[in-house]
Each structure stands twice: as C-alpha cells, then as structure tokens.
C-alpha cells in the first residue's frame, strides 16, 4: 500500500456544500422546485478555490454572451443568473439529440466567510466564467512578530 498524505479535515467546509448536495439530491427526484414551471432550467457547474486572500468561483456557461449573465454577491452569497437562449434558426432543423439545456438559470453558493463586495471583480472566457471575491481584511491572516526576551 502507497504512503498517501494525511489530507486534513475542515467539517465547515464540507458543511458548505451541503445545502447545494441536498438540493441536487432532491431535484433529481423531483425537479427544481415542486409546484412550479421550471421548464428549461438548468444550472451551471461550478468550481470553488480558496487562496489567503480570495475565493475563487469558475462556472461553465458555453455558449453565452456576457451580457446574458447576472452575478450579485450579498455578505457571504454569491448569486448567478442567466439565460441560455436557444437559436431561433435551430427551431426550423430537425434534430435527433439535443443534450445541451437551453433557458434560465440561477445558482445561488453560500461561501466559507464573508467576501468584500466592492471588489468581487468577475471574466468571461472560453464559455468559462471566472468571480474573485475578495476577502475582508478581517478574515486575512496576519503574521505576528515573537519578540524574545
């Protein structure tokens, strides 16, 4: 058996993902939302990085114009929002599969921490969307000097 690292434990983190698991979990089953019209919805995949001083959120969007996509960050929530228009000349071809999803969408991630909203700053490229979200100063670490006596 290979040695492997020791990877460390952060239940907080886990605990982050939970909410969006579950709702995976339930929408599987039930769709996005019971009672409601939600054809076409979909959600993009997303990625979530932590450096010292950022979250980092990438989210596949193929396809989409930038103008197409909403991002609002509220205390330590990050909303997306869009729509994915399907071709009006695509509506006269016959098509035998169509696997890619087509209309609005909305993913709403809670992060870790709290984020500096004045300076989420946000690209688009490839049909990838990358967020920056900055961390507070408060939440940085800070290196302290030990003066020895």
Same mark, same amino acid.
């Given at each position: %058996?290979?040695?492997?690292?020791?990877?460390?434990?952060?239940?907080?983190?886990?605990?982050?993902?939970?909410? @969006?698991? %579950?709702?995976?979990?339930?929408?599987?089953?039930? /769709?996005?939302?019971?009672?409601? @019209?939600?054809?076409?919805?979909?959600?993009?995949?997303?990625?979530?990085?932590? @450096?010292?001083?950022?979250?980092?959120?990438?989210?596949?969007?193929?396809? %989409?114009?930038?103008?197409?996509?909403?991002?609002?960050?509220?205390?330590?929530?990050?909303?997306?929002?869009? &729509?994915?228009?399907? /071709?009006?000349? &695509?509506?006269?071809?016959?098509?035998?599969?169509? &696997?890619?999803?087509?209309?609005?969408?909305?993913?709403?991630?809670?992060?870790?921490? &709290?984020?500096?909203?004045?300076?989420?700053?946000?690209?688009?490229?490839?049909?990838?969307?990358?967020?920056?979200?900055?961390?507070?100063?408060? %939440?940085?670490?800070?290196?302290?000097?030990?003066?020895?006596?």
């Amino acid at each position: %058996m290979a040695n492997q690292p020791i990877k460390k434990w952060e239940p907080f983190k886990e605990l982050v993902t939970l909410r @969006d698991d %579950m709702d995976r979990f339930f929408n599987s089953f039930f /769709g996005p939302s019971l009672g409601a @019209d939600y054809d076409g919805v979909w959600a993009p995949v997303i990625d979530i990085e932590e @450096d010292k001083d950022n979250f980092i959120v990438k989210a596949e969007l193929p396809g %989409m114009k930038k103008e197409d996509i909403k991002i609002s960050v509220r205390s330590n929530i990050l909303a997306l929002a869009g &729509e994915r228009k399907y /071709g009006s000349d &695509e509506k006269t071809k016959t098509f035998h599969r169509i &696997e890619r999803a087509y209309g609005k969408f909305v993913r709403t991630i809670t992060l870790p921490n &709290e984020v500096d909203g004045d300076k989420v700053k946000a690209a688009y490229q490839d049909g990838i969307l990358t967020i920056t979200l900055p961390k507070p100063e408060t %939440m940085k670490p800070k290196e302290v000097e030990i003066e020895i006596k």
